[in-house]
């Protein structure tokens, strides 16, 4: 079976994209049907032959398409015209292949109320949790003492009995758990079906604490408290790396947006969700404890417009880690960027772009350095680009850089090939190129002064030590979309 867009148009590219979709009925259906989908396949035409092939009768108008992402079964319902193999293709490249339901990456085939709203089957534990609330509220069960989902409430309040609470509920997948107003998450690096949109309508409008601690309770109050005060509303997220910050301000716009938007994936949405790999790829890195790790702080301004629908989206960058591009640890990588391009481009890309390979830059090959995962850089890349057209950049944008530093002549930059394809390539004159490399503005009080750089400010290595951290941290900053 293959799906076009209903008027039978195929594919500019021809290519054809397995989609496994699980039916979510209150009927009785196979567990799951695999349609083979040309990348212009429109929801509408997949919910067809999805009901097709599962044998259901109604129109297309009946179901929902919902796509589920890693971690913990985000749904996003799709709308009629939007393309599911658009979003399939912003997927990590494992989850293109046939994989299990457990793994995450599948759509939802969903039914439909009579005034167009999701029929949810099957209800969650956490229903039944609140029922079991109501109960022992009112007095017809024992209150539960074995753990507290607020450490405000233990009766001891000893660094032992918080690590021994938190340890007990993580034990039974209960991950988060107040202390007052502040949530606590554990990672629990493994697939949760906490973040549907189930759970963002469980939570909307309810007084933090009533529920099961959640991420989307804290998103729910800042929602709220914003739409009743009028004024900002402010979440903060810190923690160790690889603790799940990411993640979690991932959940926390998801369901800032589902709340504005009732769970329908909009233009902002699929801008800000395209915005994830552009700014990952050129702020995030392999390390010790992440295999992609965000080397820079994120400021996200989620902006709404009075009644409460989201308007736009700003993320601001700062403290990029500069140094990386430079040095780093044995075993770390430098910002993902450089491999997917070096390791991606085509033949002719390579030529245009004057591209060597990874080993041929002193800035890539420092420290162990070697490449086992080519096939999934080369995916990486492709999903970038993909990334980067969802949220606006034209082609020619995407590959201005290639540095190569000479380390035999100090700082004097060069050699001149490499200047005159860095002034190609970058479209800045040769001579301003060499002044932005070899001088440094420095303002004080009076004065602006511009003075050319000493021996120690350069360092060991070369001029380009200097240079490459501030255009990459420019690079990054001032291709950050503003949505
Ligand atoms: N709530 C969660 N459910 C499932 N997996 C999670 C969750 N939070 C984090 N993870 C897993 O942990 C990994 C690391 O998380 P994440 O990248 O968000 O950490 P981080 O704190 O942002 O790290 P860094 O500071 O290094 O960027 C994720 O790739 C994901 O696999």
Redesign the pocket.
């Known amino acids: 079976m293959s799906v076009t867009d209903g008027e039978g148009t195929a594919s500019q590219d021809g290519r054809i994209y397995d989609l496994q979709i699980y039916p979510r009925l209150s009927l009785e259906t196979a567990s799951c049907c695999t349609l083979q989908v040309s990348k212009d396949a429109t929801a509408a035409a997949v919910i067809q032959d999805a009901a097709g092939a599962l044998g259901l009768d109604g129109s297309s108008l009946r179901y929902a398409l919902a796509e589920v992402k890693?971690?913990?079964g985000e749904e996003w319902v799709l709308e009629a015209n939007d393309l599911p193999v658009q979003r399939v293709l912003l997927w990590p490249r494992r989850a293109q292949d046939s994989h299990p339901q457990s793994e995450g990456f599948y759509f939802l085939l969903q039914e439909r109320n009579h005034d167009g709203s999701i029929r949810y089957v099957h209800l969650p534990a956490l229903r039944r949790e609140r029922e079991n609330r109501r109960l022992q509220a009112r007095g017809f069960l024992p209150p539960r003492q074995e753990e507290f989902d607020d450490l405000c409430n233990l009766p001891d309040l000893t660094e032992a009995n918080i690590l021994a609470n938190l340890r007990a509920r993580f034990q039974k997948q209960k991950?988060y758990t107040y202390a007052g107003s502040i949530l606590i998450?554990i990672?629990?690096?493994?697939?949760?079906p906490i973040y549907n949109p189930k759970y963002v309508k469980m939570y909307e409008n309810h007084q933090l604490g009533k529920l099961e601690p959640h991420i989307f309770a804290i998103a729910d109050v800042a929602y709220y408290a914003m739409l009743r005060k009028r004024i900002n509303q402010c979440i903060v997220i810190s923690?160790?790396?690889?603790?799940?910050?990411?993640?979690?301000t991932n959940?926390l716009i998801h369901c800032l947006t589902a709340l504005s938007q009732k769970g329908f994936a909009s233009g902002v949405e699929r801008t800000i969700l395209g915005a994830g790999p552009v700014l990952e790829a050129f702020g995030?890195a392999k390390?010790a404890?992440?295999n992609?790790?965000?080397r820079f702080g994120k400021f996200i301004q989620v902006n709404y417009l009075e009644g409460g629908a989201v308007r736009g989206a700003v993320v601001e960058k700062y403290l990029l880690e500069k140094s990386r591009l430079v040095s780093r640890e044995k075993n770390e990588r430098n910002y993902h960027v450089f491999y997917y391009l070096l390791v991606g481009a085509s033949e002719e890309e390579r030529e245009e772009f004057k591209l060597l390979q990874p080993e041929d830059y002193l800035y890539l090959k420092q420290q162990n350095f070697k490449i086992e995962d080519e096939e999934d850089l080369r995916h990486d890349f492709e999903r970038l680009q993909q990334a980067m057209e969802m949220v606006g950049f034209l082609p020619p944008l995407r590959s201005r850089f290639s540095l190569r530093r000479d380390g035999t002549r100090g700082w004097t930059w060069g050699p001149p090939e490499v200047l005159a394809t860095l002034s190609d390539l970058l479209k800045v004159k040769e001579e301003l190129l060499v002044e932005a490399l070899t001088k440094r503005k420095t303002v004080t009080v009076n004065d602006k002064l511009i003075l050319p750089y000493s021996h120690s400010e350069v360092g060991a290595n070369s001029q380009t030590a200097t240079f490459a951290p501030q255009y990459h941290s420019g690079y990054l900053c001032s291709e950050i979309p503003q949505v």
């Open positions: 890693e971690c913990g991950i998450a990672n629990p690096f493994k697939f949760l923690g160790e790396s690889g603790s799940g910050k990411t993640q979690s959940f995030n390390t404890h992440n992609n790790s965000s």
